[in-house]
Structures are given as C-alpha cells and as structure tokens.
C-alpha cells in the first residue's frame, strides 16, 4: 500500500498539522536564555546575540550601574527596554556578563527575543486567516440577502431573530453556570503561592491593556444601524451588515417578482461562489494550522502552565464539559441529531477556531459545515452564524466568570451569591460586546472585574496563559452557534435529515 497525502480526509490533514505544528514549536521553542541585541550609531549599527548571561546591567553614559537583572530575567529586560523612551536608549549601555567576562553594547537600541524558526513560518498561518477573514463578509452579505428573501416576511423574520437570541441567552447562562460552579468547587485563587501570584505580577504587569470603556446595551443598540452600510462593510461590522442585508432581503419580496428575480439569482450565485471559495481555501487549511501552532507553542512560555494549573484546569475543564458534553446533548435532545454526528461534523472549525482563536475567521468554515454536515438550510445559517459569532460566545462568557472569581479569590475578595449573580450578568453583556477576533475577551474581562470591585490588575495574573486559554474558548464560542443553528432549523421545519 502506497501513502497519498492526496487521499487523505481533509480534517485528518487539519489535525496532523495541529500535531506536527506543535511538536516542531516546542522543538524550535524561543529560548528564554537569549536576547538579540542591536546597539551602536545609527547606519553603523551591530546585532549580537546574548546567550546564557549571569548577569545584565543597564549603564548610563558616566557608567552608573541603572538597572540589574538575573540569568531568569528575560522578560524583566525586555520590559525595561520597552519602557524607555527611544532617545533615552540610545545613551544607555548594556552590559552583559558571562562566566565573568564582561561586554559591553553602548547605544542601545532595541532588545528582542531571538526568533525561532517556528515563529518565523507564522506569515504562513497569517496569510490562511486572512483569507478565511476576507471571504466572511462577502458571504455573510450575498447569502443573509438570499436568505432573507426566501424567509419572505419580516415578521417571520423578527421571530427567528427572537427565537435564536433567546437560545443564545440560554447557552451562555449555562456556560457560565458551569464556569462559576467549578470555580468555587476547586478553588484555583486559593491554591496559587503568594511568591507565584508576585512573580506574575511584577512579570506581567507592563503588558497591561488599556482600559476599555463600558459597554452599553443601548449603545449597542443603536448601532445596529449603520449610516453607511458600505462603511459598515469595509469596518467588518457585523451587526450593521446583518442589517443592512436583512433589509435588502425582506425589500425584495416586496418589489416585483420580475425585478426582485434577477437581483436574488445573482446574490445566489455569488453566495454559492463564496462557498466554493471556502472549500478551496481550507484546502491549506493543514499548512496554515501547522505554522499557527508552531509558533504559538514556540513562543509559549511552558512553566507558566505550572504555576496557573488549577486556573488553566478549571477552563479548560468547563469548556470541556460544555464543549463535549452539554452542547451536543441539547442537539439531540432539541433536534434528534446524535451528538457523536454533530461533533464529527463540526470537526472542520473547530479545529480551525482553535488555531486560529477567532470566530470571525472561522465564520465561513462553519456556515460550510452545517450546511454540508449538518443538513441546516443557507436562510438559517446565513442569518443565525454570523449573529451568534458577534453576539454568542459560550466559551467566553464561562472565562470570564472563571477569571473573575479566580482574581477575587487571590486577593482574599469573597463574592457571595448577588456579587456572583452580577458575574453572570456581566459576563453575558461582556461576551455580547466582545469582538471575535483573538483575545478580546480579557480586554472586555476589566467590565466584568469592575462590576463586582475586584482589582483590574490581577488581570496580569492571567495574561500570561491568555494565548493558550483564548484557543480553547473559541471553540465553544463557534460550537455554541452551530449547536443553536441546528434548533433553529428544527423549529422551523427546515431541518434535513443527514444521519
Ligand atoms: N477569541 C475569541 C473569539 O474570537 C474572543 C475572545 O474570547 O477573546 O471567539
């Protein structure tokens, strides 16, 4: 028997570039014991690698010794750079001493990580999310205008519309009830070492986001509408674009059949275009996999695993719980279709939610797989997907909750049940106005911390595994819609029986 890549099903493909990326990032991790070093006057500058320091000094131009770091300081050195205002760098030395030698870098004037070879293939992996990214709207446009159409009335419209937001709601308190009860039951806050909780502080705390302004419902609202739905579309604002292909939609069954006709075939045909294209992008969906993941676990840091097990363990274990468990079982229970079916149908973007961490990306792959695996119709995807990957984030909201009580629980708050209750609320409203692209959601995680009074700096707390936790929750993020899609099919009668 002769092996052929060629025959091999796409989704064995996808998950052998997810093995090999990992195990070729952790092979070509980036080291933490060295730093590329660029120092000198300017056109006449060098570049050295450091390796294996004992010890780094920062000098000011008299040599008066600024700053010291460790041979562990990496990321401590990294930091100080970072902060110092460009002219000001440019006058410091860095002095470096290995095994007592000491050289010296005046001028210096930037300190990098040296990149791997697995961070260095990433374009590749860039490059397959941006054609993910850029067929989405186009598609989300021609096949919500088909969609609406054929659904004819507005006000069959307006009840799929309640129905599908109501069962988003559903899916999301249950998320989070789940995220808060295992958060309370393990504990994860209590069992972290004040000496752990210190280093992360004072590691992550430079990498500290900006704050972002609240989030309000009726704000949201508002902005539904857009003034310029080319705009809206050029923005990639997804809410504006639903609308603005919805109102096309329900308009055309309201002009003359003859007119209407020509306008909804073509917007057929370019929906069907756009579908095709997904079938060929995904196509490099195993090369694009393998250079994502290799260099995020290039670029990982593995010890922080350790020192936030029982928090990455409680996520991950939620999200498991949700993913694999609850999800598919309200499939059956709601739809009749066997939760092993819609898993194994879902198997295309839930890989590609994982290494890609965006729902916006995998948009496209998953209207594809409900409507190829699934048997859910184009005028249920088209509307219901690209809603619930703006507004539905079940694995987001659960992180949140988990993050929130984790925060509380390392700096002795006790959150009783109304402050919990506040969690979940805010959690929902903070998982509506998180955008799906990556890591988003620890940005809109200040909201929920403040709502409750926890410290917004413990979120350097989790910084540092927010890469890895970001991957895990978009996969519910994106199952959660589909899981919701198939309902929605259901009760409309729409449903094709594919199992
Ligand atoms: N990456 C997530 C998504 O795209 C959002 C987040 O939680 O950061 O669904």
Known sequence: ???????????????????????????????????????????????????????????????????????????????????????ERSIRTLQATIKGVVSRYPGIRSVEKVQSLAVMIKPIGTVFVRLLMFVAIPMVLASLIVGAASLGDIRRVGKLGGKTLLWYLATIVIAITIGLTLVNVIQPGV????????????????????PTEGVSLVDTFVRIVPPNPFAAMTGGEMLQIIFFALMIGVSLTLIDPPK??????????????????????????????????????????????????WYALTVVVGLALHTFGVLPAAVRLLTGIPAKFFLRGMRD???VAFTTSSS???????????????????????????????????????????ATVFIAQVYGVDLNLG????????????????????GVGIIMLMIVLKSVHVPEEGIALILGIDR?????????????DAAVATVMAKSEGTLERRW
Not at 68 to 80: A, C, H, M, R, T
Not at 201 to 207: H, L, V, Y
Not at 362 to 389: H, Q, R, W, Y
Request: charged share 15%; proline share 6%; net charge neutral.
């Open 1 to 87: 028997m002769t092996f052929s890549w060629k025959k091999i099903p796409l989704h064995q493909k996808i998950l052998a570039g997810l093995v090999f990326g990992a195990l070729f990032g952790a092979l070509f991790n980036v080291s933490k014991f060295e730093l590329s070093v660029t120092y000198g006057p300017p056109r006449t500058e060098q570049s050295v690698t450091v390796r294996h320091w004992d010890r780094i000094d920062i000098l000011s131009a008299d040599s008066t010794i600024l700053a010291s770091f460790g041979p562990d300081d990496q990321l401590k050195i990294l930091q100080y750079i970072r902060r110092l205002p460009v002219a």
């Open 191 to 210: 069992r972290i070492s004040p000496e752990s909780r210190e280093k992360l502080m004072t590691e992550f705390q430079a990498d500290m986001l900006v």
């Open 260 to 309: 209407a006709k020509p306008v909804v075939d073509f917007f057929d045909g370019f929906s069907e275009l756009m579908i095709r294209m997904v079938g060929m992008i995904m196509t490099l969906a195993p090369y694009g996999v393998f250079a994502l993941i290799a260099a995020t676990v290039g670029e990982f840091g593995f010890d922080i695993l350790g020192t936030l097990f």
């Open 349 to 351: 973007p839930m890989l």
């Open 360 to 402: 916006a990306a995998t948009l496209p792959v998953n209207m594809k797989a409900c409507e190829d695996n699934l048997g859910v119709p184009k005028n249920i995807t088209s509307f219901v997907l690209p809603l619930g990957a703006t507004v539905n984030m079940d694995g987001t909201s659960m992180y949140q909750a988990i």
């Open 419 to 438: 402050q919990q209750i506040t969690v979940l609320i805010m959690a929902v409203l903070a998982s509506i106005g998180t955008a799906p692209v990556p």
């Open 468 to 480: 890895f936790l970001d991957m895990c929750r978009t996969v519910p993020n994106i199952l959660g």
